[in-house]
């Protein structure tokens, strides 16, 4: 069964830093891309980055470029997101999601996202 | 950047009935797109890709269709859990942007 599990979220202040991570289990985590997307209170659903199963491609929505960092450890089967100069439209639900299709960026699987307040 | 829009932005039906929603790319996507589910309180589920594509354990009254620049979800008998937003969202190059959503209740 596919887990994906993350954790670090939390309150902080504008300018701010925290990363995420999502623990990954029940697929080939190596082989798979994997994406974060986000979901402020109430409003839509928001893309946010996106890296390849080797890191060898990695995307960003404009509105984090510059400021957050997608990464992932595939020896410990995680997947990381460095969020640097927090803002606070920031505030969100981050979901960890994967595309289970290799090399398409679709998501089948969510986790159950974890909240990231940006307040003074 | 490829746009989504969704339309409409809400809607309201009565059970049975068949239901529309339309998604449309600024540009030409081929068939890249995904419609996913997301009912109040919950995590967002995949219902299809490829555009028509229905993904394993959706139920056949929930189809896709469309290519190019202008798709459809269509629900041809609207249940009392079918109730939530629905996205869609282009894949065929970065940005993957989602669709604002269409909100659809039980009239």
């Known amino acids: 069964e596919v887990q994906l599990v993350e954790s670090g979220g939390g309150p902080v202040k504008p300018g701010g830093s925290l990363r995420l991570s999502c623990a990954a289990s029940?697929?080939?985590?190596?082989?798979?891309?994997m994406n974060w997307v986000r979901q402020a209170p109430g409003k839509g659903l928001e893309w946010v980055s996106s890296i390849s199963s080797t890191s060898s491609y990695i995307f960003y929505a404009d509105s984090v470029k510059g400021r957050f960092t997608i990464s992932r450890d595939n020896a410990k089967n995680s997947l990381y997101l460095q969020m640097n100069s927090l803002r606070p439209e920031d505030t969100a639900v981050y979901y960890c999601?994967?595309?289970?299709?290799?090399?398409?960026?679709?998501?089948?699987?969510w986790g159950q996202g974890t909240l990231v307040t940006v307040s003074s | 950047d490829i746009q989504m829009t969704q339309s409409p932005s809400s809607l309201s039906a009565s059970v049975g009935d068949r239901v529309t929603i339309t998604c449309r790319a600024s540009q030409g996507i081929s068939n890249s797109l995904a419609w996913y589910q997301q009912k109040p309180g919950k995590v967002p589920n995949l219902l299809i890709y490829a555009a028509s594509t229905l993904q394993s354990g959706v139920p056949s009254r929930i189809s896709g269709s469309g290519s190019g620049t202008d798709f459809t979800l269509t629900i041809s008998s609207l249940q009392p859990e079918d109730v939530a937003t629905y996205y869609c969202?282009?894949?065929?190059?970065?940005?993957?942007?989602f669709g604002p959503g269409t909100k659809v209740d039980i009239k």
């Open positions: 029940g697929f080939t985590f190596s082989t798979n891309s």
């Open positions: 999601t994967l595309g289970a299709v290799a090399g398409s960026y679709f998501f089948d699987y």
């Open positions: 969202q282009k894949y065929n190059g970065a940005p993957f942007t």
